[in-house]
């Protein structure tokens, strides 16, 4: 008996990146495998439907060599996208596989993915991202980890996980009925969410895959200060987003408390730092930022990242002032804490 080869549905959300997109889906057609290749098909949803990909820059299937279905999604946000991209996908699918627009996959990236899945069972495989900054950074900024995932030991546990490099299987979304929360859509956050609800629902551990290797493009824009510590309480927010939403009391209770923990260290950090060390006052301040993320969203507020975009340039966005500071190193949020 022949086994069938696998139906793996590559899912992407775009929004004004054609050339990102473009280098993508060259990348996608550059990946070898050892084995016999799986039936690879691509979905790519684009979220601008004022001037949509295919008006001005061709036919985005004339640049990949798997099949694509194109779509629109008008209804503006990442989730929705991400929705989109969900619902149209093959149903006979066994793996969606979700990658961001701005990244290019190694060659042996999605044969990575798959062996990783057969090897571990998981439902959720999530491997790793490294950055390529348009602008050479400073050191600190390398040193930060904040626009890195992994690296992973192959089949290693992982409690965090994001669409910008993970494979998924349809099943385990189908037997758990999921979708993106919408609710996200302008505020980030939405696929941390969705996986936390695919692992309370049973579908865990997911697990990191070693070589499945994915290269995101960091703009000059976000390797400014002022960028990375508004990020920070981003991160802060969207966790304490979700606990206002789906924590109940407990779960509040606990963010709260991590949340002026957090903002208490992260102050005296500070002011220990701008007496001995900058690295530490900069750590301090995405403490504090972090913390005060997550307590303006148990509060009832969100900070919506997305919206503060410059094509979103009639929303106000809150702002957060930062000293000037020359430091090394702002802890990145790797897990849910």
Request: contains cysteine; hydrophobic residues 40%; glycine residues 8%.
């Amino acid at each position: 008996m022949v086994k069938r080869r696998p139906i793996v549905s590559i899912s992407i959300a775009t929004f004004r990146r054609p050339e990102g997109l473009r280098i993508l889906l060259h990348s996608i057609n550059d990946q070898i495998f050892e084995g016999p290749e799986p039936d690879v098909r691509i979905v790519v949803v684009d979220n601008d439907a004022d001037a949509p990909i295919h008006r001005s820059h061709g036919r985005v299937e004339d640049w990949c060599r798997f099949p694509v279905t194109y779509v629109v999604e008008a209804e503006r946000g990442i989730d929705s996208a991400r929705n989109r991209g969900l619902n149209t996908v093959a149903p006979e699918s066994d793996f969606i596989v979700f990658i961001d627009d701005d990244e290019r996959a190694t060659p042996t990236w999605l044969d990575s993915l798959l062996r990783t899945q057969r090897q571990t069972g998981a439902a959720v495989v999530q491997g790793p991202v490294t950055p390529e900054y348009e602008v050479e950074p400073e050191a600190w900024l390398t040193a930060s980890g904040l626009y890195q995932m992994g690296p992973y030991e192959e089949g290693q546990t992982v409690l965090y996980a994001a669409t910008n490099n993970t494979l998924v299987s349809k099943q385990a979304i189908d037997r758990a009925r999921l979708r993106f929360d919408q609710r996200f859509n302008l505020n980030g956050g939405g696929d941390h969410d969705f996986f936390d609800r695919l692992v309370e629902a049973g579908f865990g551990p997911m697990v990191g895959s070693a070589d499945a290797h994915v290269i995101e493009t960091v703009p000059a824009s976000r390797t400014q200060f002022s960028w990375i510590v508004r990020r920070h309480f981003r991160i802060g927010n969207s966790l304490g987003l979700i606990s206002r939403l789906r924590g109940g009391p407990l779960g509040m209770t606990e963010r709260v408390i991590k949340s002026v923990g957090r903002v208490v260290v992260g102050t005296v950090k500070t002011v220990l730092g701008t007496v001995s060390s900058r690295a530490l006052a900069t750590q301090g301040i995405g403490d504090v930022a972090w913390g005060l993320g997550a307590l303006y969203a148990v509060s009832g507020f969100d900070y919506q990242e997305y919206r503060a975009r410059p094509e979103y340039a009639s929303a106000v966005e809150p702002k957060i002032s930062a000293p000037k500071i020359g430091a090394p190193k702002i802890a990145a949020e790797t897990t849910r804490t």
